[in-house]
């Protein structure tokens, strides 16, 4: 057997079913060996498109999400998303064509370094030196890839050795034991100072739902009357948004994170990275009592940024379940009934506080143009239990977050870094990942125009992801940062390239062209029946909600 077919038996044995991708001539005779092998390749009209389809897909399925890329230019185009993936620790592998060995001397056309173009990106990178090696490449890194902390990983495949023979087993990497359990010791030490802690909190990362370990939090949390705050730019859920403790992400400054926290006296930390910051501000986010625990399945976070009481690596989902039981024995009679007291009153607290955004959502429901809190609120009541979401919609998430029901068994997808042009492809993974439930797709229409070539292979693959469009024409959150910076155009009304008029964009036309039912909503009165004909519809639907051109400074 040649290379190609080779390492796409690989692919298959490790249980990959979907290959993401864009061609061209230097994947063609990897992509001719496609045929037969069972893998289906999905093509994308731009790569970034396709290696967001890869990451939505590898999120949400929890398993290996593989893109193939068109040489230099091609990965290029994708390293937004390979960026974004590097963030949010997904399981990606990431190949691409590159040209004849016997011409790289040559400088062809196409042709770069794609090793050093991933440098810092990937967990690691590498390009076939021969044919022989492919297979052990190939293993290595599906095997890093999905090892905790997971990551993205690169492999150069040139065209050449993709039709050299090539011996080999076709086997998947051997499956190992890759979640270690934490130091019993460690987590002894943990458990003491949160029993003995009189406001515990919680700050929940991404990692929690990376690990599957949103019940073990739950419990844990409930165990000590903690409340539950999702570190700054969380962008997937730790516990379901309607749970009595969770309070919500956290604003990202170092003043905004030491002022919320600061009336705890131990903070444990679990899954997140330490932190993510939109703004500077001076200081720490801990106070200087405060003793903060750590927990994470990625040594480089413990301590990163902010030194930490106590530290512990190891897989967070058993970390979790050992921190409930060492503190369920640790606490006496009067530490739990002071928990039961604690989750009462943070329970109560929060009843009132949803009831209050609803009530401030339906107030808004006459307001023309479509207010971004009615539109996420009317969404909400029409969405299934088990929808998933995938956002990219900037000023509105706040709106996203509040009202849509993220209860357990939904689930809640975002750009890590922020990169826009990852949502639109995203959803496409998610859909296949997860071809039963509902997909929607929150995003703003400056993010729409990032990529907004994934209508054609939401089309194209009949996927049925409903993209909701929150239309106020302009780079709302931008000019809300300009605000929030007090600058001084700013001030004067001026914001320079945000406003996306002169000509507005005709979203329907766009959605149409590439075969999406497409539908306009100006009205609120109309927003309900439309956003329920476009989530029933068989295949895929846009539909284009007219809100609110408003925009204030930041908190
Ligand atoms: C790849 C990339 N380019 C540019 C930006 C900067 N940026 C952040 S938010 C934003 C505007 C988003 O506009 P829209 O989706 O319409 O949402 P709105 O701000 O109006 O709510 C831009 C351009 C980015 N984050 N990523």
Redo the contacts with the bound molecule.
């Keep these: 057997m040649q290379a190609a077919g080779r390492l796409i038996e690989i692919l298959r044995a490790a249980g990959v079913d979907y290959l993401f991708g864009n061609p061209g001539t230097t994947e063609l005779p990897f992509l001719d060996a496609l045929d037969g092998s069972g893998l289906r390749y999905v093509v994308a009209l731009q790569e970034a498109t396709a290696a967001a389809a890869a990451d939505g897909y590898a999120q949400a399925s929890g398993r290996l999400g593989v893109v193939n890329l068109h040489v230099a230019p091609g990965l290029a185009n994708a390293l ?1 998303i390979v960026h974004n993936a590097s963030r949010a620790k997904t399981p990606l592998l990431v190949t691409a064509g590159q040209q004849d060995t016997r011409l790289l001397l040559d400088q062809p056309i196409l042709a770069g370094d794609m090793v050093k173009m991933t440098d810092g990106l990937t967990k690691w990178s590498y390009e076939l030196r021969n044919a022989a090696e492919a297979p052990a490449a190939l293993r290595r890194a599906i095997q890093l890839a999905l090892t905790p902390p997971t990551g993205p990983v690169f492999l150069s495949l040139p065209m050449d050795l993709m039709t050299e023979p090539c011996d080999d087993s076709g086997g998947a990497p051997e499956p190992g034991a890759v979640r270690p359990a934490p130091e019993a010791e460690a987590i002894a030490r943990a458990a003491s100072l949160l029993a003995g802690a009189t406001a515990p909190v919680i700050v929940a990362g991404d990692g929690v739902a990376r690990a599957g370990a949103q019940a073990e939090l739950a419990t844990l949390a409930e165990l000590l009357g903690a409340a539950v705050h999702g570190e700054p730019i969380h962008r997937r859920l730790s516990v379901s948004g309607d749970h009595p403790l969770w309070r919500g992400g956290l604003y990202p400054t170092a003043t905004a994170v030491a002022k919320a926290l600061e009336r705890f006296d131990v903070v444990l930390i679990v899954g997140a990275n330490v932190f993510t910051w939109l703004f500077h501000a001076p200081g720490s986010p801990f106070g200087a009592s405060q003793r903060v625990v750590q927990v994470d399945d990625d040594a480089r976070e413990i301590g990163r940024s902010y030194p930490v009481t106590l530290g512990i690596v190891g897989s967070v989902r058993a970390a979790l379940s050992a921190l409930a039981r060492a503190v369920g024995e640790q606490q006496d009679d009067a530490a739990r009934a002071a928990a039961r007291e604690r989750v009462a009153t943070l329970g109560r607290a929060r009843e009132a506080h949803a009831r209050r955004l609803a009530a401030a959502a339906d107030a808004a429901g006459d307001r023309v143009p479509i207010a971004p809190e009615f539109l996420m609120r009317t969404l909400a009541t029409l969405l299934p239990p088990d929808a998933l979401v995938v956002d ?5 998430l706040p709106h996203v977050l509040r009202h849509l029901p993220f209860r357990a068994g939904s689930d809640f997808f975002g750009s890590k870094t ?4 990852w949502a639109m492809g995203a959803a496409l993974g998610v859909q296949l990942a997860h071809p039963r439930r509902k997909v929607v797709a929150t ?6 125009m ?1 990529a907004p070539q994934a209508l054609w292979t939401a089309a194209h693959e009949q996927l049925p992801v409903t993209y909701v469009v ?3 024409a ?7 940062g300009m605000l929030t910076f007090g600058l001084p155009a700013a001030k004067r009304g001026v914001f320079p390239g ?1 406003d ?1 008029v002169d000509p507005e964009i005709d979203y329907l036309a766009l959605a149409r062209s590439m075969g999406v039912l497409a539908v306009r909503v100006d009205k609120p009165g109309a927003l309900r029946d439309v956003l329920a004909r476009a989530l029933a519809h068989a295949g895929p639907a846009l539909v284009d909600v007219a809100i609110d051109r408003g925009f204030e400074a930041m908190r």
């Design positions: 937004s990219e919609s900037a000023s509105s922020g990169t826009l042009g995003i703003g229409d400056g993010s729409v990032y929150a239309n106020n302009s780079y709302a959150i931008l000019k809300s945000m996306l």
